[in-house]
């Protein structure tokens, strides 16, 4: 008996399954499509990200010639001359003439003392002078004398003798007299204050009828007064640029109250013995200074040419390492690989720096090289497109 058609039952049609095999292909597709770009992007931003991890670099060449040096210290600007002025003499200021920055000559009077106590001593010199040549003549004639009547056989031998003597003792204490008085008249002299040579009164530290004590310790001069037509700069030069500056060569030099302005000066002498406390070599130079424009005790800065070294290799200060193993500089290999090489520094000129081991002049040495940078690194060497330093453009 046939089956009776169920009302209930729903057929599906026949294309509808062919629309679904369709979509479930489509899915597949899309999905391998997403897998197979995810790999692709993947696989880019690594090998974009392996470019970057090699950093660029600046490479410097060593074979160049040897720069001129310059090489820039502190100097100590004095007086040619320079005298401090004191009292040889005890007394009161009497006057004063001349003030701080007063020009003066030599043998010009800078003021007067008092001096009671040597001016009565002086006379009283005189007078011990007075006696002692009266003495002195009194024992002459006796000495004289008696010699008539040695001649006479009036006396003894022995009494003439006793008169010269006598008179020849006499002449010794007139001498010693007139010497005293001389000491003293000398000591006059100084009541009178003068200055050694021209120059200009830099201190004046007394006043009239200030007590004037001659030789009393850590008594401060009445005066000073310095040469300032021609100038000393002292320089303490370090012991390794000593063989470079010698007597003869030139050297310029600033100073703060003249900005942008330099001044030339001459060296003219040397100590030509190292310091060794500082390990220095202390030397002088030399400047006229008519016009008046530097003053003692100016600081300034002094710079100095030395010629180029022989064989001396600088490299910039940016390319030092500074490490726990000590200073060291990353040299670029054939390969392209980093070498981390230990240097010894033989002299700092500022912005470069001598080398006095480590290095040849074949070496390529990297500049400003990163922090990270290890030995056996490979870097990419800078162009004029990309600067070195680690700029890359994103992808």
């Avoid at 012991?239 to 302005?261: C, H, I, N």
Wanted: charged fraction near 15%; include cysteine; glycine fraction near 8%.
């Amino acid at each position: 008996m046939p089956e009776e058609p169920n009302p209930l039952r729903h057929k599906l049609p026949r294309h509808l399954k062919t629309i679904g095999i369709a979509a479930v292909c489509v899915g597949v597709a899309v999905a391998a499509l997403g897998i197979v770009t995810r790999v692709s992007a993947d696989q880019s931003v690594a090998k974009w990200t392996n470019a970057v991890a090699v950093p660029i670099v600046k490479v410097i060449d060593l074979n160049g010639a040897p720069h001129a040096q310059t090489l820039v210290l502190p100097g100590d600007v004095q007086a040619f001359n320079v005298a401090p002025i004191f009292a040889r003499v005890s007394g009161y200021v009497k006057a004063w003439y001349v003030d701080i920055g007063t020009p003066v000559k030599a043998g010009q009077t800078l003021a007067l003392i008092d001096t009671p106590d040597l001016d009565q001593q002086l006379i009283q010199g005189k007078a011990d002078l007075n006696m002692a040549r009266a003495n002195e003549g009194l024992s002459r004639t006796t000495a004289a004398r008696w010699a008539g009547l040695l001649a006479q056989d009036a006396v003894s031998q022995q009494d003439a003798d006793t008169k010269n003597g006598d008179l020849a003792a006499k002449i010794a204490t007139t001498a010693a007299q007139r010497a005293n008085v001389g000491r003293l008249e000398a000591l006059e002299a100084f009541k009178r204050i003068t200055a050694p040579f021209g120059g200009v009164v830099t201190t004046r530290s007394t006043n009239i009828g200030d007590l004037i004590a001659a030789g009393a310790p850590g008594s401060t001069p009445m005066f000073t007064v310095a040469d300032e037509s021609r100038l000393r700069i002292y320089v303490r030069v370090p012991q390794s640029y000593s063989a470079s500056v010698k007597p003869g060569m030139t050297a310029t030099f600033a100073v703060p109250e003249y900005p942008g302005r330099t001044f030339v000066a001459t060296l003219a002498a040397s100590a030509d013995a190292i310091t060794p406390m500082s390990g220095t070599l202390l030397v002088q130079l030399q400047i006229d200074n008519t016009d008046g424009a530097l003053k003692p005790g100016d600081y300034a800065q002094v710079r100095f040419k030395l010629p180029p070294q022989a064989g001396a290799i600088q490299v910039p200060s940016t390319a030092l390492i500074f490490r726990d193993s000590g200073m060291t500089v990353a040299v670029l290999g054939p390969d392209g690989r980093v070498a981390i090489r230990p240097v010894t520094i033989g002299r700092d000129l500022g912005a470069t720096v001598e080398i006095a081991s480590g290095l040849t002049a074949a070496d390529r040495i990297i500049d400003n090289p990163p922090d990270s940078l290890r030995n056996g690194d490979r870097v990419q060497v800078a162009t004029a497109a990309t600067p070195a330093g680690g700029s890359h453009a994103t992808p």
